[in-house]
């Protein structure tokens, strides 16, 4: 099986985020009406496996090892099956 998957980053909702204070900042002063401002990463990874349990735990592996520090960040993915 192959799946792809989409995974979102982010940092923890008490973790101060001075990227997204910066755009949140750099917008106001254009004048948007933006209160808040999360950066964040997105990625898509195809992977493949022997069965949709074997690439989500691919998937966390590789989400909790390589892609986030669990300290800091949360993420989320959605995972499709890919059709040869």
């Given at each position: 099986m192959k799946g792809r998957a989409e995974v979102r980053v982010m940092l923890k909702d008490t973790v101060s985020d001075p990227q997204?204070?910066?755009?949140?900042?750099?917008l106001v002063s254009?004048?948007?009406?933006?209160?808040?401002?999360?950066?964040?990463?997105?990625?898509?990874l195809e992977l493949t496996g022997y069965s949709r349990e074997d690439i989500v735990a691919r998937l966390e592996e590789?989400?909790?090892?390589?892609?986030?520090?669990?300290?800091?960040?949360d993420y989320e993915y959605d995972l499709e099956e890919v059709l040869e």
């Open positions: 997204g204070e910066t755009l949140q900042r750099s254009k004048g948007y009406d933006v209160s808040r401002v999360r950066a964040g990463k997105f990625l898509q590789i989400c909790s090892d390589i892609l986030s520090n669990p300290v800091i960040e």
